[in-house]
Structures are given as C-alpha cells and as structure tokens.
C-alpha cells in the first residue's frame, strides 16, 4: 500500500518509497511502474517532485526511463547497480581478486558464528555439489557451488557483507564459470571447507580459500612462453 506523504523532504520521501517497493518486490526487475498521472495520485506530490525522485533512481541505476515507452525497473539495489556496472569493466583477475578477499573474511566470520542449521545448510549444497559432478552438469554445479557460498556468508551474520557478496557474487559467478572444473578434487575442497568451519578452524577454512582461487587463477591466467 502506498502511503500519502508528508510535505517535508517529498522528494527523498518518494524516492525511498519506490526503492522499498521495488525491493520488497512489488515491482521486479522488468517491470514497468505505473503511469505518471497514478503515481503522483498515489504519493499525493506534483508532476516535478515525482520526476525529480525518478530522474535520481535513474541516475543510480534502479530505474530505467525509455521515452515514449514508460519508466522500467533495473535492478533492485543502489548496490546493485553500482557493482554491475563497475563489474561490467573489470578483468577476471580483477573480479578473483575481489572474490578472494570477500571469501576469506565471510570463512573466518562463519567459523566464529555458524550455527548447527548454517551448516546442514552448506552441507545440503556440497552435496548437490558432488552429485551434478557425477552427473558432468556443469550448470548445476555452477549453481550449487553459488548457493554453497551463499550460505558460508550468511553464516558470517555481517549483514553489509552478506549484502555486498549477494550482489557481487552473482556477476563474479557469471563471470568465472569458465574456471569451475568438475571434478573430485574440486568436491573434496568443499568438504574439506566446510570441515574448517564446522571445527571453527579459521586458519584452516582460509587456508581452503587460498587454495581454490590459486587454482581459478592458474586457469586464467597465460603460461609462461604463450
């Protein structure tokens, strides 16, 4: 529901309003918002506060204004927005780099603050880890491998970190597919990670990061003599 605005801030007001719609998901991604006239009904502001709100959720990346066709949803975060774009330009050594550092610091919060539930959860994706590398479905594991990570963060319970490795990982994954081997090597590493952080071994379970994105790294990176 859409509430009536006080007349204090109204342009701030209305953007905060329109990013907290779009992220509890009254609008997704793709959506177009409704026309001008029913928005400044809804908010009860004028044609150039609604505008001023809309030309600064554009600017940051959340909406997209196409003229003659309406005003559509982007993505559902500032943050979001930003690291795409940001992302968009960076090597892939660049984006391992920045993975290695997020990694290391969520295995070393997760080993202090993981619960029992954290870690039947990391165990359900490991397992869905080794069952698509029998399968040779490198999609899935890809997938599974993301959803493994996921939860090791949200074991951290650094809610800023949870939000940043969220919206960056997504374009790292994406971006580091071609380097994800499936194979037992690759699956024994995510025992042995979680392992770590199951005994809250912190130097272990970052030991387990340095060692997969040396791999990553050996894959991307030229041989000597190329």
């Not at 202090?112 to 990391?122: G, H, K, N």
């Amino acid at each position: 529901m859409i509430r009536k605005l006080q007349k204090k801030s109204l342009v701030e007001q209305v953007y905060s309003q329109i990013e907290d719609m779009i992220k509890n998901g009254t609008w997704q991604i793709g959506d177009r918002l409704p026309v001008e006239a029913d928005l400044m009904e809804q908010f009860g502001v004028s044609r150039n506060t609604l505008r001023e709100a809309i030309r600064a959720l554009a600017h940051v990346g959340l909406l997209e204004v196409k003229q003659g066709d309406g005003t559509f949803v982007l993505t559902t975060s500032e943050l979001n927005a930003v690291l795409q774009k940001r992302i968009q330009g960076a090597a892939v050594l660049e984006i391992l780099e920045v993975r290695h550092a997020l990694d290391r610091e969520a295995v070393s919060l997760a080993c202090l603050r993981r619960t029992e539930e954290d870690l039947i959860e990391m165990e359900k994706f490991r397992d869905q880890c080794f069952q698509f590398t029998k399968e040779s479905n490198l999609e899935g594991f890809v997938e599974a491998d993301w959803q493994l990570h996921q939860a090791i963060t949200a074991a951290s319970y650094n809610p800023l970190l949870i939000d940043m490795y969220a919206h960056l990982f997504e374009e790292i994954q994406m971006s580091i597919t071609s380097t994800t081997e499936m194979n037992d090597s690759s699956a024994a590493g995510h025992n042995d990670l979680i392992l770590a952080i199951r005994n809250q071994d912190a130097a272990s379970a970052v030991h387990c990061v340095d060692l997969y994105i040396s791999h990553f790294k050996q894959i991307i990176l030229p041989k000597k003599g190329e």
